[in-house]
């Protein structure tokens, strides 16, 4: 065998492979490790998230125009190095904010972390699949270790019931996504991503029925692990039994990984246009995913089922970009397209990172025995704890789309791709100026909810004394997430730019 590419194969996977150790070696010093708490395996959960994002920065540096594996199984470019640097920032934040949460609660466990890295993994293979079969294989190893991570407080029924719900219907899901990939195998005989582009850009498989009905069937199966409506059923109850620490991984990084399988499976291999028939259901998706997510969260009167509803509907904007790219992409101008999809990843990365932060206040705000979920509880607490007030303010801002925070220029990318988008010739400018609309309606529903929690904070009379508990990991978390929300507000560009360099070869 060829020494160097085995060693170019051996450095591509090296963040696999750190991450997979690092599971094992928490798993048996869980069994086998000395002392009744074990809180030492948290710092040794950081130190190999840690390890594994550097990993991953280096091959994003050396990726160059990318390179392919396995027979073109696995893909190393500048998409898949882009997502596997914010699964794994978004990876070390959740190992950051579980620390404090699992001792202060008497759950830790070093299983806890060895699901969170298997999960990651999971992520990773998903952003680098080149065919289905390992995409199948990404998938189903991050959603069998977030299922348990969501159950992981066993000793709660709202734990157990989210692990239960979420288990049942991510079941039926990948049941759908496999009898949809077995359907595109079928007719187009392959399950290479790289020979499915090559036969969609020809054209003729769009008029095989059976093709288009795996297409869907794959589309349904992605649209659940990003929560889109009506495959959404599943996330106010996870996001609100699991785990809180749990929850912010599942809607970070989860959702990140779920749109990095529909971006590389559908604009990327599919391509778009009018003859690509997934552009027009997942506009339809877009639009009653934001219009179901928004809507509903302004009737919550629970913090975490809030940010849930909130997370469908951040959902919705981002399957918007994902169908300018598509409209876009069939009409020559592989530039707008690039916009729409750079838009895409930028929105996912800070939607992330300030989703993690408006958790972590979560958990600072909680106790053992009462977290303190319910926006009654929240009454007076930004003027009780300033600095957490404000940390808290600032997410919400982010997350409305208000200057100047990261979550303002999310919004500005993708409604610029949109509005861009309609003025490319022989596009669908009726439906493009629909989806700027409606993102933009969408985005004033939200500010409701969002004053609505700045109101509790700072303009209701407190119930009771409530001041953030001593989680001094939690806290250094939330104070690098506020930075870093505020920073990409003022200086964006340099991660749009890595976004779009991500698609340089779309056309």
């Given amino acids: 065998m060829n020494p160097v590419v085995q060693m170019s194969t051996t450095f591509a996977l090296l963040p696999l492979v750190i991450l997979a150790a690092s599971g094992v ?118 959603s069998l270790s977030i299922y348990v991570l969501a159950g ?81 059923m599943w996330t106010p109850d996870a996001y609100q039994g699991a785990p809180t620490s749990v929850t912010a991984f599942m809607g970070a990084a989860v959702k990140l990984a779920g749109f990095a399988a529909l971006v590389r499976v559908f604009p990327m291999s599919f391509g778009g246009g009018a003859g690509a028939m997934w552009v027009e259901p997942v506009v339809v998706l877009a639009l009653i995913t934001m219009t179901v997510g928004n809507l509903a969260a302004l009737t919550q009167s629970n913090v975490k089922r809030l940010f849930a509803y909130s997370s469908i509907a951040h959902a919705g904007y981002v399957l918007a970009g994902v169908a300018v790219a598509g409209l876009v992409l069939g009409k020559g101008d592989g530039a707008a397209s690039r916009d729409a999809l750079a838009g895409v990843l930028f929105y996912l990365a800070t939607y992330g990172l300030t989703f993690l932060g408006a958790i972590g206040v979560v958990i600072l705000l909680g106790r053992r025995g009462d977290e303190n979920l319910t926006l009654d509880a929240w009454s007076g607490f930004g003027w009780q704890a300033p600095a957490a007030g404000i940390a808290i303010t600032v997410f919400l801002m982010s997350l409305g789309g208000i200057p100047p925070t990261a979550g303002f220029f999310a919004k500005f990318y993708l409604l610029r791709a949109t509005i861009e988008g309609a003025g490319v010739q022989g596009a669908a400018s009726g439906t493009l100026y629909t989806l700027a609309i409606f993102i933009a309606l969408n985005s004033l529903i939200a500010l409701g909810y969002y004053l609505k929690l700045i109101i509790f904070l700072y303009m209701r009379r407190p119930e009771k004394e409530l001041t953030p508990t001593r989680l001094p990991v939690v806290s250094i978390a939330v104070v690098l997430l506020v930075f870093l929300v505020l920073a990409l507000g003022v200086l964006p560009g340099r991660l749009y730019d890595f976004g779009y360099s991500a698609f340089a070869a779309l056309r």
């Fill in 25 to 142: 070696a928490l798993l048996l010093l869980e069994v086998f490790g000395s002392g009744e708490r074990r809180e030492y395996l948290g710092y040794l959960a950081i130190a190999g998230a840690v390890s594994a994002g550097l990993a991953m920065v280096g091959i994003t540096v050396s990726a160059g125009g990318g390179a392919t594996f396995f027979d073109g199984a696995m893909v190393v470019d500048r998409f898949a190095s882009f997502v596997g640097v914010g699964v794994l920032a978004f990876l070390v934040f959740a190992v950051l904010l579980s620390v404090d949460y699992l001792r202060e609660h008497q759950i830790a466990r070093g299983e806890y972390y060895a699901l969170l890295f298997f999960a990651a993994a999971g992520m990773l293979v998903v952003a680098s699949a080149g065919d289905f079969i390992v995409l199948f294989l990404g998938i189903e190893l991050l």
């Fill in 152 to 232: 992981y407080w066993r000793s709660t029924d709202l734990s157990v019931e989210a692990s239960i719900k979420y288990f049942l219907l991510g079941s039926f899901a990948s049941a759908i996504l496999l009898f949809g990939i077995v359907l595109i195998w079928g007719e187009a005989g392959t399950l290479s991503f790289a020979a499915l582009k090559s036969a969609a850009a020809g054209g003729a498989v769009w008029q095989n029925t059976a093709f288009v009905v795996g297409v869907f069937l794959v589309l349904g199966g992605i649209a659940f692990k990003v929560a889109a409506v009506p495959f959404h």
